[in-house]
Nanobody, 118 residues
Framework: QVRLEESGGGLVPPGGSLTLSCIAS????????MGWYRQSAGNQRELVAS????GDVDAVDGRFTISKDYGKNTMYLQMTDLKPDDTAVYYC???????????????WGQGTQVTVSA
């Protein structure tokens, strides 16, 4: 079965740093484009950073760095200089297409809360 599970959220002061982790099943980790999304109160879920199965990365903000540890089947989001507006539930995402049908497949973790406050 597919597994995506986030961890590492918590309370951090403004200007602080936090690293989130997402452990994934091997099949999803190796064959999917993955990313981090976040959703704060009153807002739509938005993309934070993404990484392809080949390791190509993109992030919407230079304070955020996405990476993978292939040996641990774990994706990370390193966050620095955190601001109160970064407060949100952060979600691990994986997406790919079926090799046979080409239908899109998308998976989500349960989310982990990040709260930036003094």
């Amino acid at each position: 079965q597919v597994r995506l599970e986030e961890s590492g959220g918590g309370l951090v002061p403004p200007g602080g740093s936090l690293t989130l982790s997402c452990i994934a099943s091997a099949s999803v980790f190796s064959s999917s484009t993955m990313g981090w999304y976040r959703q704060s109160a009153g807002n739509q879920r938005e993309l934070v950073a993404s990484i392809t199965s080949d390791g190509d990365v993109d992030a919407v903000d230079g304070r955020f760095t996405i990476s993978k540890d292939y040996g641990k089947n774990t994706m990370y989001l390193q966050m620095t200089d955190l601001k109160p507006d970064d407060t949100a539930v952060y979600y691990c995402n994986a997406r790919k297409r079926s090799k046979l049908t080409r239908q899109p497949l998308i998976y989500w973790g349960q989310g982990t809360q990040v709260t930036v406050s003094a």
